[in-house]
């Protein structure tokens, strides 16, 4: 049996010369800065946190401390990920960019879990706070986190670029919570609003990592991606000229952006190579509008028995 199999290197090729030159270089640039204001703002928050006796701001300070790690790692993986295909990693190094991803959630996993233990006795032991030192803190953090959630709005849909955003996302918002709450603290004097609205952070921020970590997951397991309807594409195929029956498909993301497919396509016994290159064009084509990047087509004639055990 001889099978004809068409590999889309010209456009696996010049996809991801676009994806890198398009989404990874400011995803990287806007990572470095990013890094710096996290880290020059955790510093503030320690001693801020220190000189307002507030629960909320120290546990955010060491929240900002895991971040800034994640964050360097994320802008050295997601840099890694920018190498192309070589001996080893044969679709390239795309995969790094979820790694990051997956340590970026994992310590922040881990900060929340840090924030919650320190938190809860708070709540029914609440310590006074300085509500005006809180209140200029949270201005300052909103100032920090906004820049860099807009540096990095518009760099990508990388998972490694989401993940990080997220997290500056989460802290913009509960900088906003801190400003409401200090400002009550300070005409009621209530201080058990700090350590609840810690709580909350963490509540929200443990949400929102579970959340992503599923879809990395799904990645590594290397399930369908969302944006792939495999019936769909299955049912056009069918409806080719030529085209007698598909099987073997499979389809799977590298990094939530770049999805790769592979399928068979069982072809007339008569058909010419005209009629044969027609079919993998239209085929190709089909993939590219139903948001595969890199397909591999591996046509068979009917009178043909394929040998993957699993057809």
């Known amino acids: 049996m001889s099978h004809t199999k068409e590999h889309q290197h010209h456009h696996g090729c010049n996809h991801s010369h676009e994806h890198a030159g398009a989404h990874i270089h400011p995803v990287t640039k806007n990572l470095k800065v990013a890094f710096w204001l996290n880290a020059s703002f955790t510093v503030i928050e320690l001693i801020g946190g220190l000189f307002t006796n507030s ?15 994640a964050i360097g790692s994320s802008l050295w993986l997601e840099k890694y990920a920018q190498k192309g295909r070589d001996h080893t990693y044969s679709y390239g190094y795309k995969r790094f960019s979820i790694l990051g991803a997956l340590i970026t959630s994992l310590i922040l996993a881990v900060g929340s879990a840090v924030i919650l233990m320190e938190t809860v006795p708070r709540i029914w032991n609440p310590e006074p706070v300085s509500a005006a030192g809180m209140f200029g803190l949270a201005i300052l953090g909103l100032l920090f986190n906004g820049l860099a959630v807009l540096r990095l709005r518009n760099s990508g849909k990388s998972l490694n670029n989401r993940a990080v955003m997220l997290h500056l996302m989460e802290d913009a918002l509960g900088w906003l919570a801190v400003l409401v709450g200090s400002s009550v603290i300070y005409f009621t004097h209530w201080y058990w609003i700090d350590p609840v609205l810690s709580l909350g952070i963490a509540v929200f921020i443990l949400f929102n990592v579970f959340k992503n970590l599923k879809q990395i997951f799904r990645i590594f397991l290397q399930s369908v991606p969302s944006e792939v309807n495999v019936k769909t594409l299955d049912s056009q195929l069918r ?30 016994d008569n058909l010419t190579v005209q009629e044969l290159k027609r ?8 993939c590219k509008s139903l948001n595969i990047n890199h397909p591999t087509l591996s046509l068979e004639f009917e009178s043909e028995k394929c040998e993957l055990e699993h057809c």
């Open 55 to 69: 629960i909320a701001i120290l546990s955010d300070a060491i929240h900002d401390m895991g971040d800034t790690a």
């Open 239 to 268: 409806l080719l000229q030529g085209v007698k029956d598909v099987h073997d498909m499979h389809t799977w993301s590298l990094d939530g952006e770049y999805h790769v497919l592979s399928l068979h396509l069982v072809i007339d």
């Open 279 to 286: 079919i993998k064009k239209e085929a190709t084509r089909l």
